[in-house]
């Protein structure tokens, strides 16, 4: 596990690595998401996408409403959310992870998927958003239903609200 100043320098070092990754995608999500809002103060530890340390960010439909954190109300359609980020591997070394993707749309990609889609930027630039996909990932964020799909990041994490 890294420390906070670890997780920092390794990100300092891979960020130009990563946005060049996932502007092979060509996808204007790939290429605006640094402008957005962060909510996370440093790259954080996930416990629920392998071993990642991750950044959280919302594009200027949703940060108003992310931002609230447990208080939100629902996401307005065109809310985008992502997590970019680093993964460490068992050898130690640490490389370019995904860009994980939630976007709010009118319709949701399922029945029970309460609008959202989800998708992934690889690091490769391919883009993963079939059907496989999710319900893969649906079947944890459902669980948060009741913050809008919204699972945050741990307390320390976060940029303080309002
Ligand atoms: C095992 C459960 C689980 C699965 C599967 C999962 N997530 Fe998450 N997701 C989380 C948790 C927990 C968080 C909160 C931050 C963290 O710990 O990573 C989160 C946070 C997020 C966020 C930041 C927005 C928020 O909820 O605050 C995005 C975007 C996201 N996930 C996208 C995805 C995508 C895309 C997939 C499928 C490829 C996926 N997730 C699969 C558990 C999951």
């Known amino acids: 596990m890294l420390t906070n100043a670890e997780a ?3 990100y300092d070092c891979l960020k130009d690595d990563i946005r060049k990754a996932y502007l092979k995608s060509e996808s204007p999500i790939a290429r605006d998401f640094r402008q957005w809002k962060r909510f996370s103060v440093s790259p954080y530890p996930a416990e629920a996408h392998g071993t990642r340390y991750l950044l959280n960010y919302a594009n200027p439909v949703a940060a108003p409403n992310y931002q609230k954190y447990e208080d ?8 985008v959310v992502v997590k970019e ?4 591997q068992h050898d130690g070394r640490n490389g370019v992870g995904p860009l994980f993707i939630m976007e ?3 319709q949701g990609a399922l029945a029970d998927s309460g609008g959202w889609h989800y998708s992934m930027i690889m690091p490769s630039g391919m883009v993963r958003m079939d ?10 964020h459902v669980r948060a239903d009741d913050d809008d799909f919204m699972m945050f990041m741990p307390d320390e994490f976060r940029v303080s609200a309002k």
């Open 85 to 88: 980020g680093f993964v460490q």
């Open 104 to 106: 709010k749309k009118r």
């Open 131 to 140: 059907q496989g996909l999710q319900k893969f990932c649906n079947d944890c």
């Open 8 to 10: 920092s320098a390794v």
């Open 72 to 79: 939100l109300d629902n996401m307005p359609i065109g809310s």
